[in-house]
C-alpha cells in the first residue's frame, strides 16, 4: 500500500499503462465535524457545499469524470459512458470509455477494483456483506460484476468469458472494516456458509450467536472461486481496517452512533 503526497492511497499493483487507480482517505479536503475532511458522500448528512468542494478537488486530482452510484448493497452492474449520470442504482460499474472512473463509496464496506490485463475495460465493486454473500444461488455483486466485465474484454464473448477472463483480470482490494473490528450475528454466517462452506473459515466464533468476519477473505475466496489468481490489496491486516484507523479512515460502525455521522471516502479505477 503506497500513499500519494495527500496521504490518498495508490494502489500497488500491475496495472497496464494507460490505466490509473486512487484511494482517497479523511484528508485533504474541506468538510467539518464526523465528515472532516474529504467526505465524498452526499448522502450521509454533510453540509452539501463541503461535498461539492471535495468531489471537485478529488475530479481535479484525477484528471477524469468520477461517476457516483447510488449504492443499495445490491448486485446491480451498471455499464458507464459519457451520458451516465451520476446516482444510477447500483453496486458495481464497468467501462470501456477513456476519462470516467468507476468509483465506489465505502466507509466499512470493501472496494473492489477489476482491470483487464491489456488495460481495455476497468470496473469497480462495492462489497458489503449483503451484496457479497448475494442471492441463493450463490450469486453476488462481485459475480455478477465479473460477468458484466468479461463481456466487454477482446475474445471473451463466449460461453467461456468467465474462465478466459480470470485468468487475463487484476483485482486490487481496498480498505474495509478488519477481520478483528467486524462482528456479526449468525445469520451472516449463515449466508456465507450456506451457499459456499469453506467460508466457515472466515468466522471467529464469539460464543451467544456472535462472531468475527473477515470480510476482504470472504471476497478473496469468491474471487478465487472464479478462477482469479491475481488479487492485490487489502490482506486483513490492521493497517488496512477502516474501524482501526480513526485518523484516516471513515468508518460508519464506529462514528455514526458515537458522532452522529461518518463521511465516505471513494476507490476509483480510470482510463487514462
Not at 486512487?22 to 458522500?41: D, H, K, Q, Y
Request: net charge neutral; with cysteine; hydrophobic share 40%.
Amino acid at each position: 500500500m503506497q500513499a500519494c503526497s495527500s496521504d490518498w492511497l495508490t494502489p500497488d499493483w500491475p496495472i497496464p499503462r494507460g490505466v490509473a487507480a486512487l484511494c482517497t482517505t479523511r484528508s485533504a479536503g474541506v468538510s467539518t465535524g464526523p465528515f472532516e475532511s474529504l467526505n465524498l458522500g452526499e448522502h450521509v448528512g454533510d453540509a452539501m457545499a463541503s461535498v461539492v468542494a471535495n468531489r471537485q478537488l478529488f475530479s481535479d486530482r484525477l484528471g477524469a469524470r468520477p461517476v457516483y452510484l447510488n449504492q443499495v448493497h445490491g448486485c446491480k452492474v451498471a455499464q458507464l459512458d459519457a451520458q451516465t449520470p451520476d446516482g444510477c442504482v447500483a453496486d458495481a460499474c464497468v467501462t470501456t470509455e477513456r476519462g470516467l472512473a468507476c468509483t465506489i463509496m465505502v466507509a466499512d464496506c470493501l472496494p473492489v477494483l477489476f482491470c483487464s490485463a491489456d488495460g481495455s475495460v476497468v470496473g469497480a465493486a462495492h462489497a458489503g456483506w449483503r451484496g457479497l454473500a448475494g442471492t441463493q444461488d450463490g450469486k453476488g455483486v462481485l459475480e455478477a460484476a465479473f460477468e458484466y466485465f468479461c463481456s466487454f474484454a477482446p475474445g471473451n464473448r463466449a460461453s467461456s468469458a468467465i474462465k478466459n477472463g480470470a485468468s487475463r483480470s487484476l483485482v486490487w482490494l481496498g480498505p474495509c472494516i478488519g477481520p478483528q473490528a467486524f462482528e456479526v450475528g449468525a445469520e451472516v454466517r449463515d449466508a456465507f456458509v450456506g451457499r459456499q462452506s469453506q467460508a466457515a473459515n472466515q468466522f471467529v466464533d464469539l460464543g451467544n450467536g456472535k462472531f468475527l468476519a473477515n470480510l476482504q477473505g470472504l471476497a478473496r475466496q469468491r474471487l478465487a472461486a472464479m478462477g482469479i489468481e491475481q488479487i492485490y490489496g487489502n490482506d486483513g491486516t490492521q493497517h488496512w481496517c477502516t474501524v482501526s484507523n480513526p485518523l484516516r479512515f471513515f468508518s460508519h460502525r464506529r462514528d455514526t452512533g458515537r458522532l452522529g455521522g461518518s463521511g465516505r471516502f471513494v476507490a476509483a479505477i480510470w482510463k487514462t
